[in-house]
């Protein structure tokens, strides 16, 4: 049951990381594009370095413990390609368009710089609006990750937490920027901002659930099915850090930004669960 609560705690903290990039937005004079460059570089490495080092392998012993050796490793790689897969239909469902992972904010950002048509405003809370039904749909899979991650082991939670936190913030500030911009309405732009983040432990929460009535028993659910979900977690984590957090880390930053990001999110996970061990 404690495990359970934090992960719940865990999952909302992460989610609520997009009202932090809504602050941001409001009270920076101007953003700092290169924290966000170095952040989610930072963030890109924290779960790179988890999902191959830890939790692939997390799944390799629960399906190799319920399938044995060699098919529990097949079904393991099979499902870390099916993480990758659902993650990558889930994007291409929204279109490019409304989709906050293909472009980065600066284009929002210039608007910032010069005054706003009235007729332009209609147009930029459409922007807002779909930014955050885009965002919701990824925070769904993102919340089932860290919420997993938690109930397995609460240090690699905590890191996925973390590393999901600074994924988010740039997430709100291209939620609540246009719409703020559009309305002048900072509570309306902040509450839809905040709503999109909350997507992640409601969908984390809800998939949980039923997981646990339709395959779980007094214990948990089965070691097959908690082994597939890690592998698809494992999926999911990579294909966010390569298509989404290192391309967005690109745009915002200068020269070596994103790799200096990268590489410290590495080493300070890396040596976080040295130290934790």
């Not at 602050?23 to 966000?36: D, G, V």
């Amino acid at each position: 049951m404690q495990n359970i609560l934090l992960a719940i705690g865990l999952t909302v903290f992460a989610g609520l990381a997009t009202g932090i990039g809504s602050a941001i937005a409001f009270l920076a004079r101007r953003t700092n594009y290169r924290f966000l460059s170095v952040s989610t570089g930072f963030s890109a490495g924290v779960m790179l370095y988890v999902s191959f080092v830890e939790i692939f392998y997390k799944g390799v012993d629960r399906l190799v413990e319920a399938f044995g050796d060699p098919l529990g490793h097949w079904v393991n790689v099979g499902s870390f390609f099916a993480g990758i897969a659902l993650i990558a239909v889930i994007d291409n469902l929204i279109p490019s368009g409304d989709n906050p992972h293909e472009t980065p904010a600066e284009g929002v950002t210039e608007r910032l710089r010069s005054p706003i048509a009235p007729q332009e405003n209609k147009k930029l809370v459409r922007m807002g609006l779909f930014t955050a039904w885009a965002i919701s749909i990824h925070n769904f899979p993102e919340g089932l990750a860290t919420f997993l991650a938690v109930l397995e082991d609460p240090k690699i939670g905590i890191a996925i937490a973390i590393a999901i936190a600074l994924h988010n913030i740039p997430e709100g500030i291209s939620v609540s920027v246009p719409i703020y911009y559009a309305t002048g309405n900072r509570r309306k732009a902040f509450t839809l901002s905040l709503l999109s983040g909350l997507a992640e432990p409601a969908g984390a929460f809800i998939a949980f659930m039923l997981l646990r009535l339709f395959l779980g028993d007094s214990q948990g659910l089965p070691p097959y099915v908690m082994g597939a979900l890690f592998g698809g977690v494992a999926g999911i984590m990579v294909y966010i850090s390569l298509d989404e957090l290192l391309p967005t880390s690109r745009a915002y930053g200068k020269g070596h930004d994103s790799l200096l990001g990268l590489v410290a999110g590495m080493g300070v996970i890396a040596a976080s669960l040295l130290l934790m061990r």
